[in-house]
């Protein structure tokens, strides 16, 4: 088994703006804890230099007037929203972070690796398809999804999205695409930014039944995620059996996290890792490609990313502890019935 990390130090040069939470400490951080895990350029860890995505990827999944946008800001240093400065570099800066969750997808499709973690900034799951926010530009898991769909013929992808916050964008951009499930595990919308992600968005069309939300009540946990990924991920993978698994791995649910108010300890990463590998590996040979969103604790951000990596590589994280229901799992079950057994 062989896992690829996707880096680049360019990743580095984004910096939105002074005292801004998505800075370039998260990835040094990270980077550094790999290396002393011995989980950096080793036989079963290789680390891949990104190339930057080319604007037809973007558009695969961005209007044409959107990338214009990005691109005209960076010249005038305007920002897209007051928690999303642009710089100078932003716009190139948007096409790596993309173009490297593009080549983690490529490695795991083409067998170079059993799975791969593209460590990119800026983030993604907030960008929809007409608009940035929310510290996102592109939405770098999207763009990998449909350049990936074009190269592999995947027909597909089950997407987990992990970050406190609810993945706006990647939803609104699959929301009538049956081809994506969209699973979300995050805070209540009531309580936290962007405010979507309730349970009785469900997606329309012929996408309906394909967007699922579970929104954690503020203060929920290892116990919580635990219950959501027994009874509702695994039996949706199971259905749904996708071709590949895309992981939205954002690490500010942890609980001291600045930004939220939930309490995911820092080995849940591990075993909700577990859950998806385990998955993989019986539907559709291990294929996952996991993308960094967000998370703002430096030391838990860095633990988290080691402990999803090391179960990558095979090892076995420590077991889940007891589940308790969340909730909204009983109303979520209810409004999912006619699409799936739960
Ligand atoms: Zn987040």
Request: glycine share 10%; hydrophobic share 40%; net charge negative.
């Amino acid at each position: 088994m062989s896992t690829a990390l996707v880096y680049s130090e360019k990743y580095l040069e984004h910096k939105p703006s002074r005292g801004h939470p998505e800075r370039p400490e998260r990835l040094k951080a990270i980077v550094e804890a790999l290396r002393r895990a011995k989980l950096w350029g080793t036989p079963s860890v290789k680390v891949i230099e990104p190339k930057p995505a080319k604007r037809e990827d973007i558009e695969l999944v961005h209007d044409a007037e959107h990338v214009e946008l990005v691109e005209r800001l960076s010249k005038s240093e305007r920002p897209l929203d007051g928690d999303t400065p642009v710089r100078k570099n932003t716009f190139e800066l948007a096409l790596l972070a993309a173009g490297g969750t593009i080549d983690a997808g490529r490695a795991v499709l083409s067998g170079e690796a059993s799975n791969a973690f593209a460590l990119v900034r800026p983030p993604g799951h907030h960008a929809s398809r007409a608009r940035g926010g929310g510290f996102c530009y592109f939405n770098n898991l999207a763009v990998m999804i449909e350049r990936m769909k074009r190269e592999f013929k995947l027909r597909r992808i089950f997407v987990l999205d992990f970050d406190a916050h609810h993945g706006n964008g990647t939803q609104d951009i699959f929301y009538e695409d049956p081809s994506v499930l969209y699973l979300s595990l995050h805070q209540d919308p009531l309580t936290l930014y962007p405010g979507t992600g309730f349970v009785h968005e469900l997606g329309s069309g012929e996408g309906e039944g394909y967007t699922v939300n579970v929104p954690m009540p503020p203060g929920s946990g290892d116990a919580e995620y635990a219950s959501a990924m027994g009874e509702i991920f695994v039996p949706l993978t199971e259905q749904f059996k996708p071709e590949l698994f895309a992981v939205s791995a954002g690490f500010d649910a942890y609980a001291d996290d600045p930004l939220t108010q939930l309490r995911l300890s820092t080995p849940a990463y591990g075993w909700l890792t577990r859950f998806v590998v385990e998955q993989a590996e019986r539907l559709c040979k291990g294929r996952v490609v996991f993308v960094l969103e967000g998370g703002y604790v430096l030391d838990a951000l860095a633990e988290g990313v080691v402990n999803v990596v090391k179960t990558m590589t095979g090892e076995k994280p420590p077991t889940p502890v007891e589940p308790r229901r969340p909730s909204v799992i009983g109303e979520l079950k209810r409004g999912l019935a006619s699409y799936w057994k739960l």
